[in-house]
């Protein structure tokens, strides 16, 4: 120790206190970012039991902690034996509690619930909604422009942990909250942040496209049958083929197009079913689905609107 800090302990003192006080204001802020919030799901449909199964999996929020609502009792009673979590009667009781409040309805519902519970809201809940096409604008016109909202756009591989999520926080929101939940969505898959004017398109890439590789899935297995392969066979081999192909477009960084040149080699196999793709127009007919389903996010929005 400096011979100074010998003839003047209580600077030393001083100095250390201020520390130790730092670090347990830090240590504080972070257990309670991670730790001390309730949460509350309100619509246990397949969206909302997907983010359920990440968020419990996560290990940052014990089930004990974690309300669900939804207006099918049944439902409600379903997450209740599968995940051990609280049940709340109603939506009032929903807010008496979680801070943080996923609403996994289905867009057409979604003006009559945040109706219902606008009154139970105070500035410190955050409202987290997961229906397509309906922008945080239209959300805080019924619920007060001083309530916290985030949009996200999740889809159903969450329910493996493998999803994508997109995340567009409103301007309520501060860095704390936001990054609180990217923590819990990155347990769920992939997350990134984009501008709320992009949800549309990411509702009709990552949020539709789930369906989109299932019929590939689909369609690749049964061109398998067709040529003689037995049916559980050509659904491991094609499930299994896209599988390892996308893994290799995240591994590799290589763009697709040089991948896919890499497997067709002159006059070969692989080029002859490029080409019968290519008739009947593969790839525009996959960004057409991208494009249709975007329009209809949009359209989804004008129709709340009006």
């Not at 209740?80 to 509690?97: G, L």
């Not at 105070?122 to 016109?141: C, M, R, W, Y």
């Not at 860095?175 to 009709?204: C, P, R, W």
């Not at 369906?211 to 049958?225: K, S």
Request: aromatic fraction near 6%.
């Amino acid at each position: 120790m400096s011979p100074y800090f010998l003839q003047n302990p209580g600077v030393y003192n001083t100095i250390f206190t201020s520390l130790l006080f730092f670090f347990i204001l830090e240590l504080y802020k972070g257990e309670f970012s991670l730790n001390s919030r309730k949460i509350g799901i309100i619509g246990c449909g397949v969206m909302g039991a997907a983010l359920l199964n990440g968020i419990i999996h996560s290990n940052m929020v014990h089930p004990t902690d974690i309300m669900v609502w939804d207006v099918l009792p049944q439902k409600t009673d379903e997450m209740i034996k599968q995940f051990k979590v609280t049940a709340a009667a109603d939506t009032k009781v929903m807010f008496d509690s979680p801070r943080m409040v996923f609403l996994a309805v289905k867009p057409v519902d979604m003006p009559g619930m945040l109706e219902n519970i606008k009154d139970h809201l105070t500035t410190d809940h955050i409202l987290i909604s997961v229906a397509a096409g309906i922008p945080i604008e239209q959300i805080l016109k019924i619920v007060g422009t001083e309530q916290k909202v985030i949009r996200l756009m999740p889809n159903t591989p969450c329910l493996i942990g493998k999803g994508m999520t997109v995340v567009s926080p409103g301007n309520n929101v501060d860095e704390n909250e936001l990054g609180f939940v990217m923590k819990l969505m990155e347990s769920l898959g992939k997350v990134v942040i984009l501008e709320e004017k992009l949800m549309d398109a990411a509702t009709g890439l990552s949020g539709s496209g789930p369906a989109y590789v299932f019929m590939f899935v689909e369609a690749l297995a049964d061109g398998g049958v067709k040529m003689g392969l037995p049916r559980d066979k050509a659904l491991l081999l094609a499930s299994q083929t896209v599988l390892g192909a996308a893994e290799m477009v995240i591994q590799t960084e290589e763009h697709p197009s040089v991948l896919k040149d890499k497997v067709a080699s002159p006059g070969g196999t692989t080029i002859a079913g490029i080409y019968a793709l290519e008739k009947k127009t593969f790839r525009g007919t996959v960004i057409k689905a991208v494009e249709a389903a975007a329009k209809r996010s949009k359209e989804l929005g004008k129709e709340r609107k009006d």
